[in-house]
């Protein structure tokens, strides 16, 4: 099996180990990767802005971008949702339609792609007794529908004691674009998210969202509080047993 990456310019410029992260996770799993040259932003940031018009030359090249891949595996819900969208932005009897359905159809948020085509639970994560707790992303959940992969694979690190996050539903204010033009309304938000985070006790913060970490964590630096914060590909691919992996990496390949 051979997956296309799609890397999102939030893990590109600024979280590059955690798209590392995602390929040792995935090589390790006997799934071979490739990085197609011709992807840029998902175009959501203008999308969302209203400028409809001026996102689609974006849309159309990642379509292009992605067309001979048999798999798109992104590392964000939120990006990766934004391909399940592109198909509503083409009428009938545009060339761009069916490919837009064939993108939406094969493109998977990273622990999707591990749950539900792999079938896999156990990647051989291990950590030391920490306790730790997930922030479930808005995009991830109400876009893409993911509602059990992140956590059916968390619950099975090894050594990782996992705190419920209270108020789960809410949003971390982050948002993309509402970050910038609600400052006032996102600073509540995240201050809201940061105190139910405090509140676990939880030594570590998880999410499958670059944009909802690096607001979060901002809003943990700016208090002082000393709470480490990853990207579920970084806690899945920490202190790996390998033994334990042959066990478990026989791919189901649960749809196709």
Not at 48 to 53: A, R, T
């Given at each position: 099996m051979k997956v296309s990456l799609f890397s999102t310019c939030?893990?590109?410029l600024m979280f590059p180990q955690v798209g590392i992260a995602m390929v040792e996770?995935?090589?390790r799993l006997g799934v071979e990767t490739e990085l197609p040259e011709g992807q840029v932003c998902c175009g959501q940031p203008t999308y969302?802005?209203?400028?409809?018009?001026e996102s689609?030359?974006?849309i159309k090249n990642q379509i292009d971008a992605?067309?001979?891949s048999e798999y798109v595996v992104g590392i964000a819900g939120s990006c990766s949702g934004m391909f399940t969208e592109y198909p509503h932005m083409f009428e009938e009897g545009d060339p761009?339609?069916?490919k837009a359905i064939?993108?939406?159809n094969k493109s998977y948020e990273f622990t999707q792609f591990l749950y539900r085509v792999l079938g896999v639970k156990d990647v051989g994560a291990t950590f030391n007794g920490e306790k730790a707790t997930y922030h479930r992303s808005c995009h991830m959940t109400r876009i893409l529908g993911e509602r059990e992969a992140p956590f059916i694979l968390l619950d099975n690190v090894k050594g990782l004691e996992m705190l419920p996050l209270p108020h789960l539903e809410n949003c971390c204010g982050f948002g993309g674009t509402f970050s910038v033009k609600a400052p006032e309304i996102s600073e509540m938000m995240v201050t809201e998210k940061m105190n139910d985070v405090v509140s676990t006790g939880a030594e570590i913060l998880i999410s499958a969202d670059l944009g909802c970490l690096m607001n979060i964590a901002g809003k943990l630096n700016r208090e002082g509080k000393k709470i480490k914060v990853m990207h579920i590909a970084e806690v899945l691919n920490n202190n790996v047993d390998l033994e334990r992996i042959d066990k478990v990496t026989n791919p189901v390949f649960a749809e196709a």
């Open positions: 939030v893990m590109d996770v995935l090589e969302n802005s209203g400028l409809v018009k689609m030359l974006t992605f067309e001979d761009y339609k069916q064939d993108l939406a």
